[in-house]
């Protein structure tokens, strides 16, 4: 398997424009995160999904930001509009209960820089 | 609310030497530890993990510690060596797959 798949790698846009984060999860997992990341904050959890059902958005900063998970292969993370403090590494992971244990594999990460 | 502590933020240590960093979280029902390694500018990394029925457990140059009752958990890294310089988070799970991550330490092996 390829692992977590996250497109694209690296986005820059301008405050105000709307930027989605996209992400395949390992096949198989039920289980899907998004996470933020940066210095002063550190890893966050943004929401999380079940079956393709989001469990808890809690963590979803405000609602600018909005996940969808239309299948079971694919979920996006939507900024809309985006500011400059929404710059960060967005990280999303998978797991499942019944291969692998709560592990939670990451991931390579979307470098989102807003100017 | 849930919380996970992690000390320290940063620690520098002498190739060859251990390291040990310690967290403590605030939720009883957690059941599950993992320990994750990112190197800079890459995917955080599962290294080991516990879970709430087991004290201790080694893999090689590491190994972590759970003490239920304090609700303390270490990362022990023996013989460091310069590869074993990155990032290291813990994290707290209750079995609802969701995890309360610690806010970092930095770790750097001096050669």
């Known amino acids: 398997d390829a692992g977590v798949i996250q497109s694209p790698r690296h986005e820059v846009t301008e405050m105000g424009q709307e930027v989605t984060l996209r992400c395949k999860p390992i096949?198989?997992?039920?289980?899907l995160f998004w996470y933020r990341q940066t210095m002063m904050r550190g890893l966050e959890l943004l929401i999380y999904f079940n079956n393709n059902v989001p469990i808890d958005d809690s963590g979803m900063p405000e609602d600018r930001f909005s996940a969808k998970m239309p299948n079971a292969s694919f979920s996006t993370l939507k900024i809309q509009p985006s500011e400059p403090r929404d710059s960060a590494v967005y990280f999303c992971?998978?797991?499942?209960?019944?291969?692998?244990?709560?592990?939670?594999?990451f991931g390579p990460g979307t470098r989102l820089t807003v100017l | 609310g849930e919380n996970v502590e992690q000390h320290p933020s940063t620690l520098s240590v002498q190739e060859g030497d251990s390291a040990v960093i310690k967290c403590t979280y605030s939720?009883?029902?957690?059941?599950?530890f993992p320990w994750y390694k990112q190197e800079l500018g890459k995917r955080p990394q599962l290294i080991i993990d516990i879970r709430s029925n087991v004290g201790e457990k080694k893999d090689q140059r590491i190994a972590v510690t759970l003490n239920k009752t304090a609700k303390h958990f270490s990362l022990h890294i023996t013989e460091t060596q310069p590869e074993d310089s990155a990032v290291y988070f813990c994290?707290?799970?209750?079995?609802?797959?969701?995890?309360?991550f610690g806010t970092g330490t930095r770790l750097k092996v001096l050669a």
């Open positions: 994290a707290a799970s209750k079995g609802t797959y969701k995890y309360i």
């Open positions: 096949s198989g997992h039920d289980y």
């Open positions: 992971a998978s797991s499942s209960g019944t291969i692998s244990y709560n592990e939670q594999f």
């Open positions: 939720d009883s029902a957690s059941n599950y």
